[in-house]
């Protein structure tokens, strides 16, 4: 058995956890563990405590060649979407795209809707994880 850098083995790691295919458009650029107070029906003053994974990706640069004169213009605001829980953590992608700046002045995102869905339509749930409840729950 060959033994993997620690690099490689965080980046198969992450394959397994993340979304198929999200690493191939974005890096993972940090991961927080927080502690959450989650109320029961409002009424449990004490309340349980619960865990969330946040995972921070950005945007590689996914440029098509027509796209190849324009210059980085910073991220878009944070998207963020819900992802099946992970050893009993709330897990939570925080999703930035790359805006570019054309020669032209315009500002564009580069279209990975034919390549990656990263939300299910009208959901702020990954693609799989909104099927599983949608299957589970019979919506």
């Not at 890096?27 to 927080?32: A, F, G, I, L, S």
């Not at 991220?75 to 930035?96: A, G, Q, S, V």
């Not at 809707?113 to 702020?124: S, Y």
Request: net charge negative.
């Amino acid at each position: 058995m060959s033994s993997l850098s620690s690099k490689d083995a965080l980046k198969v790691l992450a394959a397994f956890v993340l979304p198929e295919g999200v690493l191939d458009y974005f890096e993972v650029v940090d991961v927080k563990e927080n502690t959450v107070l989650i109320e029961q029906g409002g009424a449990d003053k004490e309340g349980l405590y619960g865990k969330e994974l946040e995972i921070y990706l950005d945007e590689l640069d996914n440029r098509p060649p027509d796209m190849s004169t324009a210059r980085g213009n910073g991220f878009t605001d944070e998207c963020k979407i819900l992802d099946f829980p992970l050893r009993n953590h709330k897990t939570i992608l925080h999703i930035r795209r790359r805006r570019w700046l054309m020669p032209d002045g315009s500002s564009q995102i580069v279209n990975l809707e034919d390549k990656i869905q990263l939300a299910h339509p009208g959901t702020r749930y990954a693609k799989d994880f909104a099927l599983f409840l949608k299957m589970a729950f019979g919506q």
